[in-house]
């Protein structure tokens, strides 16, 4: 298994050069993976929120082997050729580390598409997911992209460089119980299950992703854990990532501090 922190940039960890310097120590704390919340707003006492597609760039220059990305983005709102420049050259700026967490989202959290006058319907967004996915996928392969679909349209347009691997790796998110996510998820190169509770939530659609795919090589199943759960049964379950999870609501510098410091788990 491999272990990643997970940090929204929130408050305390709002500074972008703060979190570069962070990324430099958790790479040398030997992590395998630093990856960043996408939120635009959060619920008080959270009061500042930085971007996380700048702040990857800084991490990308303050680190030579740490996977980075958005977990997860929702892409739903993104323009979808500008989502592809930006993860192409973020990738190359990287060496070929970025991964590209996606999902959909939920205006629940925070109401950041009510207050934003984004699309709130679920079906809609997943619609506009699943073409933006294909536009990206398209888009990496440096050939022509011809996409004419209900919400976005790309006309025999030809997006270089390419990604330093060929593509991204991308990984679906998903709460537990819900196949859509999985089934989606299977096309691709990983999954996240959200909000777990226990081992066997990761039983399930490990299971039918090995269905759907025949096999799970080449292929990631990540969980978010707070620091105190032991992520071996989890592992025996068939995640390949572990990412710490901390509380936003007491999260503080000093704690993470620590945390990186003291290493993955062993």
Not at 157 to 173: D, E, H, K, T
Not at 194 to 203: G, I
Request: charged share 25%; net charge negative.
């Amino acid at each position: 298994m491999k272990y990643a922190i997970w940090l929204p940039l929130f408050d305390e960890l709002s500074d972008p050069s703060q979190i570069a310097r962070l990324a430099a120590a958790t790479e040398e704390a030997g992590w395998d993976g630093f990856f960043l919340w996408d939120q635009l707003w959060w619920r008080p006492p959270v009061r500042e929120v930085s971007d996380p597609w700048i702040t990857m760039s800084a991490m990308a220059t303050a680190t030579e082997r740490l996977r980075i990305g958005p977990m997860v983005s929702p892409i739903a709102r993104r323009r979808p050729t500008k989502l592809l420049r930006e993860t192409t050259t973020l990738d190359r700026l990287s060496g070929g580390r970025l991964i590209l967490g996606v999902g959909l989202g939920s205006d629940r959290f925070a109401q950041e598409y009510s207050k934003t006058g984004e699309e709130v319907d679920d079906r809609v967004r997943a619609e506009r997911m699943d073409e933006t996915l294909e536009i990206l996928t398209s888009g990496w392969t440096g050939e022509p992209v011809r996409h004419h679909g209900k919400h976005f349209v790309v006309d025999d347009v030809r997006f270089l460089p390419r990604p330093v691997a060929g593509r991204v790796p991308v990984w679906l998110a998903g709460f537990p119980g819900n196949a859509k996510p999985v089934r989606r998820a299977a096309r691709y190169d990983g999954f996240f299950p959200v909000n777990l509770t226990s081992p066997e939530q990761v039983e399930a659609p490990a299971a039918m992703l090995r269905e759907l795919r025949g096999d799970l090589d080449n292929f990631d199943i990540a969980v978010a854990l707070e620091p105190d759960v032991d992520p071996r049964p989890y592992a025996d379950a068939g995640a390949t990532w572990c990412l710490i999870d901390v509380d936003p609501a007491t999260l503080r510098l000093a704690d993470v501090q620590a945390l990186i410091a003291a290493g993955p788990p062993k």
